[in-house]
């Protein structure tokens, strides 16, 4: 449904997009997850054929976007960052306003408005002023005025961003009710939690390039991080710590927590294998945990860093 390829883009020297290519297919949710900074809007504005770019090219449902732009923009639906609302005007007010932008017809429009309304779920605030509305709320009135068109694919900047939890909740489900109605999205995020929760694949993604991209458990692999069992056992003595270890090389004993640490491919796979061999060591065990390798552990992997706000 969308190739990327070879994409760079550079504002004066700052290279702010470097080489990037990625593919999507219909009906797929994919994320571009990075900190501040990274590329993400660039992206998503070269994409949308706000900026131009240097190097590269897109094609989005088969339609080359450098020299079909204007039939891209009837294919693809814009939630950009910066919430662009009519405080004076209602919430259908603004729907009908941007709507009438894509020159839909009057009663086809009003009955999309209806719609959208519906998918956001602020039918009952339709015909109240936007200055009455809460961030979060104008945000998903933001969502709306990027389906009035019926897009095939829809392009989401950080739409969470300053948002109220129940807001973010509203958000979540509008997505993956649009994912289950077979819309193709595009989501960029410095959030993992988000990423994780709905992104088939992802692109992880900084100062301009993408440094992996694929399903989670694609990334864990490539990144190479392992699940972790720690073992607390009921007797901690010198000696029973150093028969185990010496017999299980692979077995760390950490003196901090006072338990075993065991990196395993699969934690499901081999929990048992690694009980076995503790306790054929003469090890007692009182407690274990498990600490599987989540969206977190594969970024801090392959970035050497955090992502913080
Ligand atoms: P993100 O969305 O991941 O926060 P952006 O795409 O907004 O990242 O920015 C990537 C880099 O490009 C940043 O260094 C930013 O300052 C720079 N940049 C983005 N847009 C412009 C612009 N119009 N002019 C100059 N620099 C820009």
Same mark, same amino acid.
């Given at each position: 449904? *969308?190739?990327?390829?070879?994409?760079?883009?550079? $504002?004066?020297?700052?290279?702010?997009?470097?080489?990037?290519? $990625?593919?999507?297919?219909?009906?797929?949710? $994919?994320? *571009?997850?990075?900190?501040?900074?990274? &590329?993400?809007?660039?992206?998503?504005?070269?994409?949308?054929?706000?900026?131009?770019?240097?190097?590269? =090219? #897109?094609?989005? !449902?088969?339609?080359?976007?450098? =020299?079909?732009? =204007?039939?891209?923009?009837?294919? *693809?639906? #814009?939630?950009?960052?910066?919430?662009?609302?009519?405080?004076?005007?209602?919430?259908?007010?603004?729907?009908?306003?941007?709507?009438?932008?894509?020159?839909?017809?009057?009663?086809?429009?009003?009955?999309?408005?209806?719609?959208?309304?519906?998918?956001?779920?602020?039918?009952?605030?339709?015909?109240?002023?936007?200055?009455?509305?809460?961030?979060?709320?104008?945000?998903?009135?933001?969502?709306?005025?990027?389906?009035?068109?019926?897009?095939?694919?829809?392009?989401?900047?950080?739409?969470?961003?300053?948002?109220?939890?129940?807001?973010?909740?509203?958000?979540?489900?509008?997505?993956?009710?649009?994912?289950?109605?077979?819309?193709?999205?595009?989501?960029?995020?410095?959030?993992?939690?988000?990423?994780?929760?709905?992104?088939?694949?992802?692109?992880?993604? !900084?100062?301009?390039?993408?440094?992996?991209?694929?399903?989670?458990?694609?990334?864990?692999?490539?990144?190479?991080?392992?699940?972790?069992?720690?073992?607390?056992?009921?007797?901690?003595?010198?000696?029973?710590?150093?028969?185990?270890?010496?017999?299980?090389?692979? $077995?760390?004993?950490?003196?901090?927590?006072?338990?075993?640490?065991?990196?395993?491919?699969?934690? &499901?796979?081999?929990?048992?294998?690694?009980?076995?061999?503790?306790?054929?060591?003469?090890?007692? *065990? !009182?407690?274990?945990?498990?600490?599987?390798?989540?969206?977190?552990?594969?970024?801090?992997?392959?970035?050497?860093?955090?992502?913080?706000?």
């Amino acid at each position: 449904m *969308i190739q990327v390829s070879s994409v760079s883009k550079s $504002f004066g020297n700052i290279k702010a997009v470097k080489n990037v290519s $990625f593919s999507i297919e219909r009906g797929e949710i $994919f994320g *571009i997850l990075g900190p501040n900074g990274a &590329g993400k809007s660039t992206i998503v504005n070269i994409l949308s054929t706000l900026v131009r770019s240097d190097q590269g =090219d #897109v094609i989005m !449902d088969g339609i080359n976007i450098r =020299d079909h732009g =204007d039939a891209v923009k009837l294919i *693809i639906g #814009v939630v950009p960052q910066e919430i662009a609302l009519y405080d004076e005007l209602s919430a259908v007010g603004n729907l009908m306003f941007w709507g009438g932008l894509y020159r839909i017809p009057k009663s086809e429009l009003r009955a999309n408005v209806q719609k959208t309304l519906e998918i956001v779920d602020l039918v009952n605030r339709k015909d109240d002023q936007i200055k009455t509305f809460s961030g979060g709320m104008k945000r998903r009135i933001n969502i709306a005025c990027s389906l009035l068109h019926q897009p095939k694919i829809l392009l989401l900047d950080e739409p969470t961003v300053g948002v109220d939890p129940q807001n973010r909740n509203h958000i979540f489900e509008l997505i993956e009710k649009l994912h289950q109605e077979g819309m193709t999205i595009i989501y960029t995020t410095h959030y993992m939690e988000e990423a994780e929760r709905f992104c088939e694949k992802i692109a992880i993604i !900084d100062v301009g390039q993408i440094i992996a991209q694929g399903t989670l458990k694609e990334l864990r692999k490539f990144s190479g991080v392992k699940d972790l069992l720690t073992i607390k056992l009921a007797d901690a003595s010198h000696v029973t710590i150093d028969r185990i270890t010496s017999e299980n090389p692979s $077995f760390r004993f950490d003196s901090a927590s006072s338990s075993l640490k065991v990196e395993c491919g699969n934690v &499901g796979n081999d929990i048992s294998l690694v009980v076995g061999r503790i306790q054929k060591s003469g090890g007692v *065990i !009182d407690r274990i945990s498990t600490q599987g390798t989540n969206l977190e552990a594969v970024y801090l992997k392959l970035t050497g860093k955090e992502l913080r706000d």
